[in-house]
């Protein structure tokens, strides 16, 4: 077990509708970083947060956006979901505030949202 | 382009036997490496992080090895078990906060 734990396990949606999924971090970890998933794919970078601010964002629309609070827990919302919305969501935390620091990234479990 | 690539894409070995999964990547500067173990339908745990320096590290019957002249890695599994079964996921780190992860190594262990 890592330590950080993801809401909910499984979802499904519709095209363009909301979504908000949940992460709670580690105690003490100030940075959470959110990847998508696709089948058979690395995960790929959305964005990070680093004491509730927005600290880097991948290549994803304005759509997916985000939160991080002072109890070390976050939220990825996304809106008017799409087809290839479709993924497995990972959240992340870390001590340090840079990923490129040796810091462990400790992953969630993730949620597997299906977009029908 | 920063880049991961892994090889090979998916592998098959008899349970007790030794394995080892290749990762080239092309991301410069170069911070640090990380290999993953993920179960499918979980998250990733990590196994191992290398940094500039170091050209070595296990972790149990994982052994990870860097050469950052060729920027090539290696992740060395002994003795493997059926609990070895999962993919492998080679992260590189650069001199920002993303991580570039490569699509993995797949590796099935049959009795």
């Known amino acids: 077990e890592t330590g950080v734990t993801q809401s909910p396990t499984h979802l499904i949606k519709t095209r363009g509708q909301q979504v908000t999924l949940r992460c709670s971090s580690q105690s003490g970890h100030n940075t959470v970083s959110w990847y998508q998933q696709a089948l058979g794919q690395g995960p790929q970078f959305i964005f990070q947060?680093?004491?509730?601010?927005?600290?880097g964002r991948g290549n994803f629309p304005p759509r997916f956006s985000g939160l991080q609070f002072p109890n070390y827990s976050s939220e990825l919302n996304v809106n008017a979901l799409e087809l290839d919305d479709s993924a497995l969501y990972l959240c992340?935390?870390?001590?340090?505030?840079?990923?490129?620091?040796?810091?462990?990234?400790?992953f969630g479990p993730g949620t597997r949202l299906t977009v029908l | 382009k920063n880049q991961v690539e892994q090889s090979p894409q998916s592998l098959i070995i008899l349970e007790g036997k030794n394995c080892t999964l290749q990762?080239?990547?092309?991301?410069?500067?170069?911070?640090?490496l990380r290999w993953y173990k993920q179960d499918t339908g979980r998250g990733p745990v990590s196994l191992t992080i290398m940094t500039f320096s170091e050209n070595t590290k296990s972790n149990g019957r994982y052994t990870a090895t860097l050469d950052a002249d060729t920027k090539q890695s290696s992740l060395h599994i002994t003795a493997s078990q059926l609990s070895d079964s999962a993919s492998y996921i080679c992260?590189?780190?650069?001199?920002?906060?993303?991580?570039?992860f490569g699509t993995g190594t797949r590796l099935q262990v049959f009795p």
């Open positions: 992340a935390s870390s001590l340090g505030l840079r990923t490129s620091s040796a810091d462990t990234q400790y």
């Open positions: 990762c080239n990547y092309t991301v410069s500067p170069f911070s640090n």
């Open positions: 992260v590189v780190s650069g001199d920002t906060d993303k991580l570039i």
């Open positions: 947060y680093y004491r509730e601010e927005e600290n």
